[in-house]
């Protein structure tokens, strides 16, 4: 994994940095390693070291072509262009702030989601806007669902540009995942967002083939501005709710795909627990009066036996 901060030493290690992580995420500190930035920083670097990549540069060594507000300060290089950490309302750094906010940029501007990567989605804590496509078997978008994903990426990049933080883009590749959240099929093409606070979703019922950007804009703002009917949550009854929505997806994809090998899987073991339970059900039952009147009824013919021998 290798230390928690890794320094720079010029123009040129800095772009070896860029070119080694052109589709990642790494942070840059940048100035004298002292003071309280610094503190906060190295220390985040080493709690979230398995999650992000962390730098430090001084400002000697800084190029020309990065220009920063003041130094020292901390800067996100992601999506092939860099960003800045600024204190909320103008206040001193505290490790609150900037922990939320390597939190906030260490995710690209449109990412793929996976189960693998679900959590840090969630951790964000923003609206996860997730445009659902279906790649085919070349593992490449078709020529309408590309259109779609060129426009979803536009879209990403206006909301970036505008500084627009409640919103954290990423495509998915299947409708599996995002069905089991809204415990609904979804189709494909389509766009749901996902609250990660609350758990709760909105979807965009309109067909994406037919739409423009400013459908979509308009249907982002909406959700900004509180307009736009929320689904789903994250209560106990939406939870249990959630499970058996999952037992019931996974039995449809099965019998979907593999019917015959489906009903081997499940008939099977049906058949053997019912035979176990018609056995134990079914078996003739024997109370204790009617084990002694059969121990009674033994007794008596062996007496009967033993005195027609003798009478012989």
């Not at 070896?16 to 309280?36: M, N, P, Q, S, T």
């Not at 494909?188 to 965009?204: A, R």
Request: charged share 25%; with cysteine; net charge negative.
């Amino acid at each position: 994994m290798g230390p928690a901060l890794r320094k720079l030493d010029g123009e040129d290690a800095l772009e070896d940095a860029r070119e080694k992580h052109y589709e990642a995420v790494f942070f840059l500190y940048i100035g004298d390693i002292e003071g309280g930035l610094w503190e906060l920083y190295s220390e985040l670097a080493k709690k979230r070291i398995s999650q992000c990549y962390f730098y430090h540069i001084s400002a000697a060594n800084l190029p020309q072509s990065i220009l920063v507000e003041a130094i020292p300060t901390v800067l996100v290089f992601k999506d092939d262009n860099y960003y800045w950490y600024t204190a909320p309302s103008s206040e001193v750094p505290s490790k609150q702030s900037l922990d939320n906010w390597l939190m906030e940029e260490r995710l690209l501007l449109f990412p793929e989601l996976m189960n693998g990567n679900f959590h840090e989605f969630m951790a964000s804590r923003k609206n996860i806007v997730i445009l659902i496509v279906n790649k085919n078997i070349a593992n490449k978008l078709v020529k309408t669902e590309k259109k779609i994903f060129d426009m979803a990426t536009d879209v990403a990049v206006e909301y970036k540009k505008s500084d627009n933080a409640l919103f954290q883009f990423c495509w998915l590749d299947g409708s599996e995942l995002v069905n089991s959240i809204v415990m609904h099929f979804v189709n494909e093409p389509g766009l749901v967002v996902l609250n990660s606070t609350t758990y709760q979703y909105y979807e965009f019922e309109a067909d994406l083939t037919t739409v423009t950007a400013d459908n979509i804009k308009r249907f982002l703002s909406s959700i900004q501005n509180d307009t736009a009917v929320a689904y789903g949550g994250n209560s106990i009854f939406h939870r249990i709710r959630r499970m058996f929505f999952e037992i019931y997806s996974t039995l449809h994809q099965m019998f979907s795909h593999q019917p015959l090998v489906s009903c081997i899987l499940l008939g099977l073991p049906t058949m053997i627990l019912t035979f176990i339970c018609y056995n134990i059900c079914c078996a003739e039952v024997y109370d204790e009066e009617q084990e002694r009147e059969m121990a009674e009824e033994q007794e008596r013919r062996e007496d009967i036996h033993e005195n027609h021998e003798k009478l012989e």
